[in-house]
């Protein structure tokens, strides 16, 4: 493991926590994703800065182009501009939703839409050549994932939703849930960014629409987050991420 300097990722952290401090009234209900993803991007931070990755500057490079794209779409939504169906939905629910019920939103937009983007963008198609390469940023990825479950029981104590009987049933349950989703994300995540990638490699068209087939696919998850019940216990079953097709042999 090597020492990082975290630099690059608080820079993130004080992006999203700007966005935090400046939200209009009509996007309060964004207040929780938006301050969740700023204290898990201090604890990659804190990661980088502990030597906890092989490549801490990819770490670093990854995670400011996976917020990017966040950040493009939540500013473009408040200037009325267009976003991707996936953020669409998620921006455009009910504010008086559970704060959790938007959280699995953001998440969902985040992880199964911008994430393959993100890591076909640093993951060069040299890199998908060199399986040792490869399987490194696997590795990272990995420990990604340990820094975002690590979260989970303190985002319990920090948002206060276990003010319910329900909710502290549903507790070890959710927490459950929620590494199942971590660990399904990164398996699919990593199948829909070679395909992304192999599209790029082809040229022409085929890597925009390639993304268009990720829009679709998001957007319709999402869709069942939208539908009445317990949401997190309900894709626990029918599963959280999205699989791109196989690749058209034309």
């Known amino acids: 493991m090597t020492v990082g300097d975290p630099t690059q990722v608080r820079e993130v952290?004080?992006?999203?926590?700007?966005?935090?401090?400046?939200?209009?009234?009509?996007?309060?209900?964004?207040a929780t994703f938006l301050g969740v993803y700023a204290r898990v991007t201090?604890?990659?931070?804190?990661?980088?800065?502990?030597?906890?990755?092989?490549?801490?500057?990819?770490?670093?490079?990854?995670?400011e182009v996976f917020a990017d794209?966040?950040?493009?779409?939540?500013?473009?939504?408040?200037?009325?501009?267009?976003?991707?169906?996936?953020?669409?939905l998620a921006f455009g629910a009910d504010p008086a939703m559970h704060p959790l019920?938007?959280?699995?939103?953001?998440?969902?937009?985040?992880?199964?839409?911008?994430?393959?983007?993100?890591?076909?963008?640093v993951v060069s198609d040299d890199d998908f050549a060199?399986?040792?390469?490869?399987?490194?940023?696997?590795?990272?990825?990995?420990?990604?994932?340990e820094v975002l479950f690590a979260r989970v029981r303190a985002e319990d104590a920090d948002l206060g939703w276990k003010t319910r009987g329900v909710d502290r049933v549903l507790a070890p349950a959710n927490r459950w849930a929620s590494r199942r989703f971590l660990r399904e994300s990164r398996e699919k995540v990593w199948h829909n960014t070679a395909a992304l990638q192999?599209?790029?490699?082809?040229?022409?068209?085929?890597?925009?629409?390639?993304?268009?087939?990720?829009?679709?696919?998001?957007a319709a998850k999402i869709t069942e987050f939208l539908r009445p019940g317990p949401v997190l216990l309900r894709l626990a079953l029918l599963g959280f991420g999205v699989t791109l097709?196989?690749?058209?042999p034309a």
């Open 42 to 63: 201090d604890a990659v931070a804190d990661a980088v800065a502990a030597g906890h990755f092989e490549d801490p500057a990819w770490v670093s490079e990854w995670d």
């Open 13 to 30: 952290a004080a992006a999203l926590r700007e966005r935090l401090g400046s939200l209009p009234p009509r996007a309060a209900h964004r």
């Open 198 to 218: 192999r599209a790029r490699a082809g040229g022409g068209a085929a890597y925009p629409a390639r993304v268009a087939e990720l829009d679709v696919l998001t």
């Open 69 to 88: 794209l966040f950040l493009r779409a939540h500013d473009a939504d408040l200037a009325g501009g267009e976003v991707p169906r996936p953020w669409r």
């Open 101 to 121: 019920g938007h959280l699995l939103l953001a998440m969902n937009a985040h992880i199964n839409f911008d994430l393959p983007q993100s890591v076909a963008a």
């Open 130 to 145: 060199d399986p040792g390469l490869l399987q490194a940023r696997d590795r990272d990825h990995q420990r990604i994932d």
């Open 245 to 248: 097709p196989p690749d058209d």
